[in-house]
């Protein structure tokens, strides 16, 4: 498996243990958000501090589980996500959507009550 997941105050962390976020994890990301939203959850962290590259069904499956989460009322926060990375959101522009916190801490300081 190249996901971790855990729970923080009623947070869900989603670790992707892997260097590359590409078409090889995206559908196993993918399955484990749909079923983490189906779980009730409705405030989720995707942990991007391995990741070192992503491509775009990586970019992809991080914006499925925006969606799914949006749907239900809930948020989805990243955090830990190399430049590389987040060069990806912006040429995609969805900076504004896939919001990335340097460390954990502020990430799940900047959860809205739900």
Do not use: C, H
């Not at 499956?61 to 925006?66: D, E, K």
């Not at 990243?78 to 460390?103: F, H, P, Q, W």
């Amino acid at each position: 498996m190249a996901i971790a997941k855990s729970e923080k105050n009623g947070i869900v962390i989603i670790k992707i243990e892997r260097e590359r976020l590409d078409s090889l994890i995206a559908s196993e990301l993918k399955t484990e958000l749909l079923l983490t939203v189906d779980g009730g959850a409705n405030k989720i962290l995707i942990d991007l501090s391995d990741v070192k590259y992503a491509d775009s069904s990586g970019l992809g499956a991080l914006l499925f589980g925006l969606r799914q989460v949006q749907n239900i009322g809930g948020q989805m926060n990243l955090y830990g996500a190399s430049k590389k990375v987040m060069n990806l959101t912006k040429i995609a522009r969805l900076e504004d959507r896939l919001i990335n916190y340097e460390n954990k801490n502020e990430a799940l300081e900047n959860f809205v009550s739900l």
